[in-house]
Nanobody, 123 residues
Framework: QLQLVESGGGLVQPGGSLTLSCTAS??????VGWFRQAPGKEREGVVC????????NYKTTVRDRFTVSRDNARNMVYLTMNSLEAEDAAVYYC??????????????????WGQGTQVTISS
């Protein structure tokens, strides 16, 4: 059982940056995806990263602003978000699966979910 815990959410001004973290014991064996869900909208995939960190797949609209990385020695996966826009406000979730099958930033099969961390964009 993988228990994913996100952190790093908060309030940031438009144009600002934020780094989210996702941790779990054993996460190094899993591909990880970041998802987000804004109020009244469906949950959408943002980016995926393979277990070794050698492959990534981004949602087109965030590719130039977001960066996913991982430090398997520390059981950590990060999502660095730059040039944040109002449309990026959402609850962000990390998710994991033993295989990386990803399309337009969406991990297509998810075995484990985190509880989410809120990102608020406001001046």
């Amino acid at each position: 059982q993988l228990q994913l815990v996100e952190s790093g959410g908060g309030l940031v001004q438009p144009g600002g940056s934020l780094t989210l973290s996702c941790t779990a014991s054993g996460i190094d064996d899993y591909a990880v995806g970041w998802f987000r869900q804004a109020p009244g909208k469906e949950r959408e995939g943002v980016v995926c990263i393979s277990s070794a960190g050698t492959a990534t797949n981004y949602k087109t609209t965030v590719r130039d602003r977001f960066t996913v990385s991982r430090d398997n020695a520390r059981n950590m996966v990060y999502l660095t978000m730059n040039s944040l826009e109002a449309e990026d406000a959402a609850v962000y979730y990390c998710a994991a699966n033993s295989r990386m099958s990803c399309y337009d930033g969406k991990l297509l099969t998810v075995n484990y979910w985190g509880q989410g961390t809120q990102v608020t964009i406001s001046s």
